[in-house]
């Protein structure tokens, strides 16, 4: 499933809401969500398939001069959750060191922020919907044409990856605003034979959409 960049974007702004009915003077806070997916080979089979996700959300808030921040490793995904969270973070806040210094950045809504995120072109559908079959066909490819070459005595960490995810960001000031991407690489390590002696080599490919 393709990440929801409307539901991290709503989530981001219920946190720093949150927060600042819990004390917070300001607050901003960010969300990130995604998955990747990675296959290796190794001796003309797949040595490994795995895929990961993640949903995890942080908030940073400011009570009287003192900083605060709360992160959760599984984001909120309701009222109660998210009104935890702000209240961990106004806690915090409220027991550290007072400074002048902590203060948030000014910020504003930004009417261009649609057409700027369009024009960074970081999102590419049949990337973010690569699947298993891709990274075990890349990485048995780039394993065999290696162990073809002259020279080489072993392969090693040969992998084909994919990953998507989104970035959201809220803050008291009024931005509110998300950016979504997709990345591919594709890694190969292998064993040179050098005469008497061997050492390790190792190439690797990564690229944006």
Do not use: Y
Not at 143 to 148: S, T, V, Y
Not at 165 to 190: K, Y
């Amino acid at each position: 499933m393709i990440p929801a960049v409307e539901w991290a974007r709503e989530l981001a702004g219920a946190l720093v809401e949150a927060a600042k009915k819990a004390g917070a003077d300001a607050a901003d806070a960010a969300v990130g969500l995604g998955s990747a997916l990675s296959a290796s080979a190794r001796d003309g089979a797949i040595e490994d398939l795995t895929r990961s996700t993640w949903r995890a959300a942080g908030l940073r808030v400011v009570v009287g001069g003192r900083l605060g921040f709360a992160t959760s490793a599984d984001a909120p995904l309701d009222g109660r959750a998210i009104r935890a969270l702000a209240e961990t973070a106004v806690t915090l806040a409220r027991v550290s060191t007072p400074s002048e210094d902590n203060v948030l950045p000014p910020s504003s809504p930004d009417p261009n922020a649609a057409k700027r995120e369009a024009a960074l072109r970081t999102w590419d559908d049949a990337t973010a919907e690569l699947g298993p079959e891709w990274a075990t066909a890349n990485a048995l490819a780039m394993e065999a044409a290696l162990r073809r070459v002259p020279g080489i005595a072993a392969t090693r960490e040969v992998s084909a990856a994919a990953r998507r995810g989104i970035l959201a960001l809220a803050t008291s000031g009024g931005f509110v605003g998300a950016q979504r991407g997709v990345s591919a690489s594709l890694s190969c390590a292998a064993i040179v034979q050098d005469g008497a002696r061997k050492q390790s080599e190792r190439d690797w490919d990564h690229a944006r959409s």
